[in-house]
Nanobody, 124 residues
Framework: EVHLVESGGGSVQTGGSLTLSCAAS????????MGWFRQAPGKEREGVAV???????RYADSVKGRFTISKDNAKNTLYLQMNSLKPEDSAMYYC??????????????????WGQGTQVTVSS
């Protein structure tokens, strides 16, 4: 079974930076791609960034140029470096892993495993 544990959330001011971490465990073949999602109150869960095992990445238009997804294979940890944060980036951020989806999916239905989430709050 795959387990995902996020950390690194917090409160920052507009323009600030945060780095989220996601410690993963379980069979690697079940984690062919891993991504970050976010959900603000009253809104649908949104795919933010995804990375496959080969290192290819894809980003939502809203975060391109500001967020970077990366992975430390030795530590089995996925990261999301977030720069130039805006109030609209405030949300619960979730790490997710998937096995058999399309190429670099940003849709939540393509993911099989989810972490509990970490809160990010950006104040103006």
């Amino acid at each position: 079974e795959v387990h995902l544990v996020e950390s690194g959330g917090g409160s920052v001011q507009t323009g600030g930076s945060l780095t989220l971490s996601c410690a993963a465990s379980g069979p690697a073949y079940k984690r062919n791609y891993m991504g970050w999602f976010r959900q603000a109150p009253g809104k649908e869960r949104e795919g933010v960034a995804v990375r496959d095992r080969g290192g290819s990445t894809r980003y939502a238009d809203s975060v391109k140029g500001r967020f970077t997804i990366s992975k430390d294979n030795a530590k089995n940890t996925l990261y999301l470096q977030m720069n130039s944060l805006k109030p609209e980036d405030s949300a619960m951020y979730y790490c997710a892993a998937g096995t058999d989806g399309s190429w670099l999916p940003l849709a939540s239905y393509s993911y099989n495993y989810w972490g509990q989430g970490t809160q990010v709050t950006v104040s103006s």
